[in-house]
């Protein structure tokens, strides 16, 4: 059973960082694709990016237009966390983010919230 678990989230001022965590378990392929969504107070869920993590260095990524050039995914050497860094930060960005298996929210964990405010 997949389970995905997210953490990292906070409050941050207009133009600074966070780096969101996805601890993941439960893969029986040794290539996985890894999807950020997120959920803004009285929205429904949206694409962020997501992240293809594959054998040996294959690592493929992709962005929603909203986060391109401020948001970067990545993975940790033993290929079992997967991070969101985000830079330049806006109050749009304020939301719950989920890590989960399809672009959807599909086996999400509990999120985690984030808050960009002045």
């Known amino acids: 059973e997949v389970q995905l678990v997210e953490s990292g989230g906070g409050l941050v001022q207009p133009g600074g960082s966070l780096r969101l965590s996805c601890a993941a378990s439960?893969?029986?392929?040794?290539?996985?694709?890894i999807y950020w969504v997120r959920q803004a107070p009285g929205r429904g869920l949206e694409w962020v990016s997501a992240?293809?993590?594959?054998?040996?260095?294959?690592?493929?990524?992709d962005y929603a237009d909203s986060v391109k050039g401020r948001f970067a995914v990545s993975r940790d050497n033993a290929k079992t966390t997967l991070y969101l860094q985000m830079d330049s930060l806006k109050t749009e960005d304020t939301g719950v983010y989920y890590c989960?298996?399809?672009?959807?929210?599909?086996?999400r964990g509990q999120g985690t919230q984030v808050t960009v405010s002045s």
């Open positions: 992240i293809y993590s594959g054998p040996g260095s294959t690592v493929y990524a």
């Open positions: 439960g893969f029986t392929s040794s290539g996985y694709w």
């Open positions: 989960a298996t399809d672009r959807f929210g599909g086996s």
